[in-house]
């Protein structure tokens, strides 16, 4: 990398070996689920699908491995082994050092985000009718799954800035990251557009009822005046049931407002990282 | 006279402990300052200050005028500093070492740190850490004098070194010294090295200036009296370290007159930091150039 210079170069040949396995894992990963798609269409056996449903746990855990693995030793390294007096009295400022360290691993995340969403993405559009591609694929789809990543290193690279020590800061960057994930998830994300509530009348259970694509969030059965049912009630096959749910038209606009919240959460936590850094040691 | 360093009323704390407290020094440019005192009397805590690495409570340093918080990029362009325990990136090769230095620096003289490398038959593509620990020394040093610096800070640079990579360490040093005439801050606990490279001493106790001058006039203000200790209320001048007998005592002092029926001896730089640091309330502040009226 004779390209780089400054303290970009130092930058980059202080994370290079990291950068280099993150970016084979990514790689790796990507060419897999392209793999395991190309399977799905050619040889849809029980194995296939059964490679398909080990890659979500994988796919879900990649952004929180890049954060504690990537973003916290970056600004923390230094620190630890004293050679930040060795960076920080050199020609330039520390504020110069931090955005240099920031902006490489801003640029290097995107990339390993981008080459793993096309994958993903890839893999997600053949995969076989049993698995749900869309809502149930909700978190691994190209828009959310490229801001997790970028949204990871930024507590990473923060809490390493703020704690100066990498292993307190990739705990402290896993528990944000789980926190804000679930959190987001369970609370946020079902409200990001107004959900639709239709009242059905229905004999075969819930789901039949539901518009096709769309995302169920809650069904309530009530009464003939409409009034929920107390817990208990006889249930006949004419019980009226109030249906809650996203419609399959609010998807992608979803993704989109999600993907923004986290990409400008991870924009915020970044520049902490850049005060957290330039801090006397 | 141009001065490189000076400060007023220089304070730094940590919680409730003052680390340096009330400094006021000024540095003249070219000298070579013996900077001592006790672990714990700030040593560390000035050079930093110094370099901008600490911000300071109290007060601000100034270094050729510039100060290090408002002006980083000026004074880091100016001063070359070498941080206690010699800092470098291990896993760097020493061609790394000193493109890091051309890469951070604006202005950065490859020529002069690889020439020094080979004379010091220091191969250029080995790991840093492969390297002696007399060999890193003068990795570090190689790449504090790449950026041609006029104010070089030196926090301990030879200590755990063995003897003889001491003694090609500061050799080396004062080579540049020489060559360059730049001017030297070093804080050592090893005197007798000190000895050999200072004109100009520099002593904190408690994070306070205790002794501050070129050295040349501090020692010959500075001599051991012998005499009869019942006539010890005689000695005039500044008494830094008394040992009394039960006939005769010994005394260093800092003063002009020598009193009658009592033996002068000249102090060296040793006696004069031994005596200065086992008494650390008596000082000897004041320059001994004269104030033009």
Known sequence: ??????????????????????????????????????????????????????FQPLLIGAPAAAGVFMGAPLLSADFERGTHRLT?????????????????????????????????????????????????????????????????????????????????????????????????????????????????????????????????????????????????????????????????????????????????????????????????? | MAIALEASGLGKRYGSTWAVRDLCISIPAGRVVALVGPNGAGKTTFLQLAIGLLTPDTGDPQVFGWSPRDNPTLVLARVGFLAQERPLYMGFTVAETLRMGRELNPKWDLALAEARMRRLEIPLN???????????????????????????????????LDPLARRQFLAELMESVAAEGLTVVLSSHLIADLERLADHLVILAGGRLQVAGDLEPLLEDHRWLVGPTEEIGRVGGTVVQAGTGERQCRMLVRGPAVPRGWTAAPV??????????????????????????
Do not use: C
């Not at chain 1, 789901?207 to 769309?214: E, K, R, Y």
């Open chain 2, 126 to 160: 080995r790991r840093v850490g492969k390297l002696s620990g007399g060999q890193q020394a003068q990795v570090a040093l190689a790449l504090a004098l790449g950026k041609r610096p006029e104010l070089l800070l030196l926090d301990e640079p030879v200590a755990n």
């Open chain 1, 88 to 281: 920080w009295t050199q020609g330039m400022t520390r504020r110069h050092w931090a955005a240099a360290n920031l902006s490489l691993l801003i640029a290097l995340s995107a990339l390993a985000a981008a080459v793993m969403s096309v994958g993903a993405q890839i893999w997600i559009v053949h995969l076989p009718n049993t698995f749900d591609s869309t809502w149930g694929m909700y978190d691994l789809q190209a828009p959310v799954f490229f801001s997790y990543v970028l949204f990871a290193m930024a507590p990473g690279a923060a809490a390493g800035a703020a704690l100066r020590r990498t292993v307190p800061a990739m705990a402290v960057t896993l528990g944000i990251f789980i926190a804000v994930r679930v959190a987001f998830a369970e609370l946020a994300r079902p409200h990001l557009l107004p959900t639709i509530t239709r009242v059905v009348v229905s004999g075969t259970g819930n789901n039949s009822v539901v518009p096709p694509g769309a995302g169920y969030l809650d069904a309530t059965f009530l009464d003939t005046q409409l009034n929920p049912l107390p817990p208990g009630s006889p249930i006949g096959a004419n019980t009226p049931i109030s249906l809650v749910y996203q419609p399959v038209s609010h998807f992608w606009p979803m993704q989109g407002i999600e993907a923004g919240i986290f990409v400008v959460l991870a924009l915020a936590l970044l520049v902490a990282a850049l005060r957290f850094a330039t801090r006397d040691a």
């Open chain 2, 268 to 293: 060296t730089l040793e006696d004069l930091v031994l005596a200065y640091l086992g008494n650390p309330d008596v000082s000897a502040l004041a320059q001994p150039e004269a104030v033009p009226a």
């Open chain 1, 1 to 54: 990398m004779t390209v780089l210079s400054g303290a970009t170069w130092l930058a980059w040949r202080n994370n290079r070996q990291a950068a280099v396995i993150g970016g084979v894992l990514a790689f790796g990963v990507a060419a897999a689920l392209v793999v395991v798609a190309i399977l799905e269409i050619a040889q849809p056996t029980a194995l296939v699908h059964t490679m398909s449903t080990a």
